[in-house]
């Protein structure tokens, strides 16, 4: 089944326990960090985690668009997060597989993250330990982006590496999926789709959930 992700940076900051109880047909809670250095933006970082952890039952899904996660992986498992995801250009790789071990460390499962221009084969070293590869489909920073339909190869390349190397692992995409485009990433292999402005601005919540999920 395809999972849906709905990123809380496309909600209503002032009405977000609102907002997340208004996507509980999804699969996860995407949450974005952004540390205004590794993308040109701030975002929320661990206390909004942690006080939005008891108001959904929903896995926390926190994608750290920051430097050297390693010094925040921990910190943020232990304010709610369920799955933590790091960016592969944001530190060495030694300190990426730290990242990762100190996570699974915590009992939660780890993710690493491509930018549009780092290529599948940035992925290998870390493969076979984590649960989830994320792909994205823009330049990661700012919500609304347009789509980039020239990163399903990149898709489909982890797809077939996923299958041979870890078949348990989640392909998931992020970056300008909406319901015209929510159908080539499913084809390309992804199983998780994070949306924001396609479910938050969609009349019927529920109803655009299913219709992402090619329902």
Known sequence: ????????????????ERDIRRIAAADYVHVDVMDGVFVPNI??????????????????????????????????????????????????????????????????????????????????????????????????????QTFMADMMPKVSAL???????NPGCELEVDGGVAPDTCQACIDAGANVLVAGSAVYKADDIPARIAELRGA
């Not at 089944?1 to 977000?16: E, Q, R, T, V």
């Not at 797809?159 to 190397?165: A, G, P």
């Open 1 to 16: 089944m395809i999972k849906i992700a709905p990123s809380i940076l496309s909600a209503d900051f002032a009405n977000l």
């Open 43 to 144: 975002s929320i970082g661990l206390p909004v985690v942690k006080s939005i952890r008891p108001t959904t039952e929903l896995p926390l899904d926190v994608h750290l668009m920051i430097t050297q996660p390693v010094r925040y992986a921990a910190q943020f498992c232990d304010a709610g997060a369920d799955l933590v995801t790091v960016h592969v250009e944001a530190d060495s790789e030694e300190n990426i597989h730290a990242a990762i071990d100190q996570i699974h460390a915590k009992g939660k499962k780890a993710g690493i993250v491509l930018k549009p221009k780092t290529p599948a084969e940035a992925a290998l070293p870390f493969l076979e330990k984590v649960e989830l590869i994320l792909v994205m489909t823009v330049e990661p920073g700012f919500g609304g």
């Open 159 to 165: 797809r077939k590496l996923i299958d041979e190397k």
